[in-house]
């Protein structure tokens, strides 16, 4: 009867609604299935991105954690060695180890007579070569007077050679090594002495102007004595500024003005850091230049914001009941902070610090405007000694003309990039074992 009496126009608005509500069901799951799609789509490209990223620098520097060597046969003659037989370490170390040296690699290709040949079988073989002569027989010196087996690092061109960088098929003005050079090679190599063992001195050494002898370890202390100086000074600030912002400072004008200008601190150019601590703490206090000290008090002050910002959302994040109780029992402001909040709120607070330690670890540009530039061969052993840390290292090896350089390059990347990931996993280890949810 109901449908009887209803007009005929309602009767078809109530037939057409259903299908109305059903399409636009349909366009919202379509939307929703879009924009999943979307989200997939965005995680896609950045992993293919990332992982185009790593495969570039892993492809260029594997072959930089392995140095090519050359067996040399050494004649250890007394006369030149040790010529009074006193066993004397300081007389055997004054000797004339690089005509020792290349006296047997001569002796390997007698033919060689012109100069041009002979400063060519001489760049086959490393600068560093004698020095490792020299070692063998201070640590053996029982050797003098025989003939030795003596392992000792090629030269750059010659280890990109032998790894396969340098085509032999190119003409010989193509190519960095001549036609003599892969003949005198191939014969070493065709009689077992060339061997490519582990680059040990990557790890061991500090920064040279021959590829071959380059190596982190500088850079790597540099880097650590810089975030020592870091830690110390931002941490204890940071905390201190975030506790005082977040339970004891008044609601006013003022303290707008502080936290406005600590989130802009937080975004403003490293480089303006680093101009900072070229005018004060350079020109104004006259602090050594290229040392950890001012390395780390600048990068200090660029990751003070972060670590206060990430402090006071850990001191948020502690229920208010926390405090309620503890004032409640008859403890003090300071006690209710100190003793109860502070406690529960660390494991953020290490959190944000480490994630900014990190953060300062990749910085360059403010060390670049304090004189962290300088080409530094020793390994610093104060925080006021001339140091370099690893992105500087990495920003003086990629403009560096040697090819040999690039694989360094890529190695001191693929160094300093395991730092970064071993600090931010031990954030992400931090957080899981000591957050507390409430």
């Known amino acids: 009867m109901t449908d009887m009496t209803t007009p005929k126009a309602e009767r078809a608005a109530t037939i057409r609604r259903p299908d109305l509500s059903a399409a636009r069901i349909n366009r919202r799951y379509g939307a929703e299935k879009r924009f ?39 004649t250890l003659t007394e006369a030149e060695i040790d010529p009074d037989r006193t066993g004397d370490p300081e007389v055997i170390r004054n000797a004339n180890w690089r005509k020792i040296t290349f006296e047997s690699l001569r002796a390997e290709f007698p033919d060689v007579k012109s100069r041009s040949e002979t400063r060519q079988l001489f760049g086959m073989i490393s600068g560093n070569a004698p020095i490792a002569v020299r070692d063998y027989v201070l640590d053996n010196p029982d050797a003098i007077g025989t003939t030795a087996s003596i392992w000792v690092k ?37 009689q077992g ?39 110390v000074l931002s941490f204890p600030i940071g905390v201190m500024a975030a506790v005082y912002l977040e339970e ?11 936290e406005v200008n600590i989130n802009n601190l937080a975004a403003v150019p490293s480089i303006v850091f680093g101009l900072l601590g070229l005018a004060v703490f350079l020109n104004f206090f006259g602090l050594p230049r290229s040392a950890p000290v001012v390395g780390g008090m600048v990068l200090a002050l660029m990751t003070l914001p972060t670590i206060i910002i990430a402090s006071r959302a850990a001191l948020k994040a502690v229920p208010p009941s926390i405090r309620e109780a503890a004032l409640g029992l008859g403890a003090s402001r300071l006690q209710a902070v100190t003793h109860h909040v502070l406690p529960l709120a660390m494991p953020g607070m290490l959190t944000g610090t480490i994630i900014g330690m990190a953060q300062a670890l990749g910085e360059t540009a403010p060390l670049l405007m304090i004189g962290m530039v ?36 890529s190695a001191a990347i ?25």
Do not use: H
């Open 154 to 190: 090629v030269s750059d061109d010659i280890d990109t050679f032998n790894k396969g960088f340098i085509d032999r098929n190119l003409e010989e003005d193509d190519r960095r090594v001549k036609d003599n050079e892969i003949v005198w090679f191939d014969t070493l190599d065709g």
């Open 36 to 74: 999943r799609a979307y989200g997939l789509l965005a995680i896609g490209a950045a992993i293919a991105m990332l992982a185009i990223l790593l495969f570039s620098i892993v492809s260029k520097g594997y072959s930089a954690f392995v140095q090519t060597y050359v067996q040399l046969e050494v």
């Open 248 to 258: 004891f400072a008044p609601k006013n004008r003022l303290t707008d003005l502080i």
């Open 193 to 231: 002495r060339v061997e490519a063992k582990f680059n040990t001195t990557l790890f061991t050494s500090g920064d040279s102007r021959e590829p071959e002898q380059a190596g982190v370890l500088g850079a790597v202390v540099g880097s650590l004595l810089t975030l020592i100086i870091t830690l």
């Open 374 to 409: 300088a080409f530094i061969v020793d390994i610093p052993s104060g925080f006021t000694d001339p140091a370099t840390v690893l992105p500087v290292q990495i920003f003086l090896w990629a403009d560096a003309p040697q090819r040999a350089f690039v694989e360094r390059t």
């Open 414 to 438: 693929m160094v300093l990039l395991t730092f970064l990931v071993c600090m931010n996993l031990l954030a992400v280890l931090l957080r899981k074992r000591f957050e507390r949810r409430w």
